[in-house]
């Protein structure tokens, strides 16, 4: 376990100072060209005092070589940038990143639909540092169907795929993955799962969004719902207050253990704009991808702290949401 100084914290500073800031889940360009260009942005993340990153290396129709591509391409970058990041491998090396100042990056892939049945890629993406993984992302794919598609529930290749993502480490995130796909999944979990970038669906009507059942039979399995910071699934402004009242719901319904922060912060706006029109299956038009994409980004977190605590929130709640409850899943999921 990483310790940390639970002690009054006067500001959302004092507190980011003591406590693993996780955000488990942002966008980076999938074009190799225009990722390089967008890496050097993270700095202002680690600026931040964000501890942990999550960041995807493929998502939809993306394929499969050039997911392995993208994996290499930003291993290759953070490792030769030592002095501000660092690969998390292990859970023990947040303590790590947390003590030395740097930002730990972690992977992960937005659909299963590239491994095309084939579980011997789900290790291989996990010693590129791949550590979660979709199920499906919005479209229905071999494994699982997504949330813009008719739900069949999950096929017994995705059952499949569950039982291997366990065995190796990988964490199952449920994200865009339809309900009935995810109850199935949530239902045969061994170890926990995840909702990384997910908001309920009573504070902002979405498909994306996921209902309070959901919310909680993932609390069951142990695992952790990640608010999201984009203003489509938000319902009510890109602001901390917003944040703040979709993080205060998922507690109420969840419990304060299984609520953590994945703002899907997009690094390259424009980048997604044009993927929103050339993968129009993926984002049909008629839930408000036709809107421009405003989003909230981690280099202010801090932001969202200041309002909890305003709120009457504590040290220790806020120590659990910023990071805690997710190295909790990584120590309880990923290999040893």
């Not at 291989?124 to 979660?132: A, I, N």
């Not at 169907?145 to 739900?151: I, K, R, T």
Request: glycine share 8%; with cysteine; charged share 25%.
């Amino acid at each position: 376990m990483v310790e940390t100084l639970f002690r009054e914290q006067s500001s959302a500073n004092d507190l980011l100072a003591d406590a693993i800031v996780w955000d488990n889940h942002a966008c980076m360009p999938m074009d190799m060209h225009d990722n390089l260009a967008f890496l050097p942005k993270l700095e202002e993340v680690c600026e931040a005092g964000v501890t942990v990153l999550s960041i995807n290396i493929g998502y939809g129709e993306v394929s499969l070589s050039d997911h392995f591509a993208l994996a290499e391409q930003m291993r290759a970058w953070i490792t030769a940038h030592p002095d501000r990041f660092m690969m998390i491998d292990k859970a023990r090396d947040v303590a790590e990143a947390k003590r030395s100042g740097r930002l730990g990056i972690v992977f992960d892939i937005e659909g299963a639909a590239p491994l095309a049945g084939d579980l011997s890629l789900v290790e291989q993406f996990y010693r590129r540092g791949v550590r979660w993984m979709l199920l499906a992302y919005n479209r229905r794919n071999w494994a699982a169907s997504g949330v813009h598609d008719d739900d069949v529930g999950l096929s017994q290749d995705g059952y499949d795929l569950i039982r291997e993502m366990e065995r190796v480490g990988m964490v199952v995130c449920l994200s865009h993955t339809a309900p009935r796909s995810a109850f199935d999944a949530l239902r045969y979990a061994k170890k926990p799962m995840i909702f990384s970038h997910s908001n309920l669906a009573r504070l902002a009507p979405h498909p994306r969004n996921i209902s309070d059942d959901l919310a909680r039979a993932c609390a069951d399995t142990g695992g952790v719902i990640g608010v999201n910071g984009l203003e489509i699934f938000l319902n009510g402004g890109v602001t901390a207050e917003r944040l703040a009242d979709h993080v205060e719901a998922l507690a109420q319904v969840v419990g304060i253990d299984h609520v953590g922060i994945g703002l899907d912060h997009v690094f390259d706006i424009p980048g997604l704009e044009r993927e929103k029109q050339s993968m129009i299956g993926a984002f049909p038009p008629d839930c408000g991808y036709e809107t421009p994409t405003r989003c909230f980004p981690p280099t202010r977190i801090d932001e969202i702290v200041e309002v909890l605590l305003q709120r009457g929130w504590h040290g220790d709640d806020l120590h659990k949401l910023l990071g805690g409850n997710w190295l909790r899943v990584a120590q309880k999921c990923w290999a040893t």
